[in-house]
Structure formats: structure tokens, C-alpha cells
């Protein structure tokens, strides 16, 4: 069975300050997909990043980054220089390969306070 | 805005009741997904259709069912409704039934009373 844990619930950070959200998985697949996903308190759920189980480079999409280590089974994003308007909950997800069968991790509620 | 439609924004109504949510897919997108986001259960994935076809079950109750119509917009069927199935459902969609980028729509909150 596939499982994400998010070990951290609430995260409390100031301006400017980096932050690192961990995610560990558990599965038994060895094709599978890796997610990130942003809840800000509007409601919506805004896509982050997909990382395939093959790919293990590390990616940076401005202030965002992840690293994959398939290793120590992590999935970890990085905020660097958070704002504000990074508040939100952040879901890790697993997926199957070949399925849009997703498991959610429980999710991190980050609050950037100015 | 993600391009993902579902109607109502807001629903409420009484146990044992049945409802269908409705959701539109961006324009060409063929992948349909649900979610049920609630307090006691966090964020699942109920179930997936590709082009019609259901592709992927998740953690579907027997009392819910969806499908996906010829236009691609799909409808979810939630009935003999609990106080328990109060949640938000959101509805994603995909160009390819294999999970690449999913756009969101707003999410139906649903409240049982």
C-alpha cells in the first residue's frame, strides 16, 4: 500500500526566512509519480510540481524548490526567501504509474508571518 | 483561473438525500478526476475517468457513483448522504490519463444536516 507522510503539521516562519517541507513515501511500485500541490487559504488546490520516480534531479522554479532522493524515500520542497503570500497548506502526493490513483499526505500548514 | 468548471459552489441538504455535482474539464482536456476533501479524512482521491472510460478507483463509497458524458464533462453522484460526506469535492482535469499537471477547479462544498 502507498503512503505519504508529511511529519510536519504547522510551520510558522517570518519574511524572508527559508523553509523546508519534508515528505517521506512508502511504495512498492517502482514507476511512480511524486506531487506537490498549494492550498492557500482561498480554497483552491493549485498543481506545484510533478517528479517521476526515474528523474531524481533536483529542480528549482524561482523561490521553489524540490529534492527528490529516492534513497531515503523524500520528497522535500524548499521555499527560499518566503513571503507572505506563501501561506498555505502544501500536499505531498504518490502516485501509481499508469493510474490517477493519488494518495495525499495530511498536509503542512505553513503561515510566513511579515 | 484553472479553466476547470464545477457547479454548485455550495450545496446543502438533508441526510439520506442524493446530489450530483457537475464539472467541465478545461477545453481539451480528456482526463476527469475526483476528490473528497474533508476534516476527518484529509485529501482522496475518489475516482477517474479518461475519455469516457473510468480509468482509476480510489476510496469510492458504494453510495457514490460518476461518470463522464460524451461532451467530457462528468457529474458525481453522492446519495443516501450522511453527515459524514459533508466535505469540499474538487474536480481536476488532465490533457493524458496519466497524471500530468491536473488543473483544480473551485471545489463544491457540500454540507449534510
Known amino acids: 500500500a502507498q503512503k505519504v507522510t508529511q511529519a510536519q503539521t504547522e510551520i510558522s516562519v517570518v519574511e524572508k526566512e527559508d523553509v523546508t517541507l519534508d515528505c517521506v513515501y512508502e511504495?512498492?511500485?517502482?514507476?511512480?509519480?511524486l506531487f506537490w500541490y498549494k492550498q492557500p487559504p482561498s480554497g483552491e488546490l493549485v498543481f506545484l510540481i510533478r517528479?517521476?520516480?526515474?528523474?531524481?534531479q533536483n529542480e528549482i522554479s524561482g523561490r521553489y524548490s524540490w529534492n527528490f532522493q529516492k534513497s531515503t524515500s523524500s520528497f522535500n520542497f524548499t521555499i527560499t526567501a518566503s513571503q507572505v503570500v506563501d501561506s498555505a497548506v502544501y500536499f505531498c502526493a504518490l502516485s501509481e504509474t499508469n493510474a490517477g490513483k493519488s494518495t495525499f499526505g495530511d498536509g503542512t500548514t505553513l503561515t510566513v508571518k511579515p | 483561473d484553472s479553466g476547470v468548471t464545477q457547479t454548485p459552489k455550495h450545496l446543502i441538504t438533508a441526510t439520506g438525500q442524493r446530489v450530483t455535482l457537475r464539472c467541465s474539464p478545461r477545453s481539451g482536456d480528456l482526463s476527469v478526476y475526483w476528490y473528497q476533501q474533508s476534516l476527518d479524512q484529509g485529501l482522496q482521491f475518489l475516482i477517474q475517468y479518461y475519455n469516457g472510460e473510468e480509468r482509476a478507483k480510489g476510496n469510492i463509497l458504494e453510495r457514490f457513483s460518476a461518470q463522464q458524458f460524451p461532451d467530457l464533462h462528468s457529474e458525481l453522484n453522492l446519495s443516501s448522504l450522511e453527515l459524514g460526506d459533508s466535505a469540499l469535492y474538487f474536480c481536476a482535469s488532465s490533457y493524458s490519463p496519466r497524471e500530468d499537471e491536473q488543473f483544480f477547479g473551485p471545489g463544491t462544498r457540500l454540507t449534510v444536516l
Open positions: 511504495t512498492r511500485d517502482t514507476t511512480y509519480y
Open positions: 517528479r517521476n520516480s526515474f528523474d531524481e
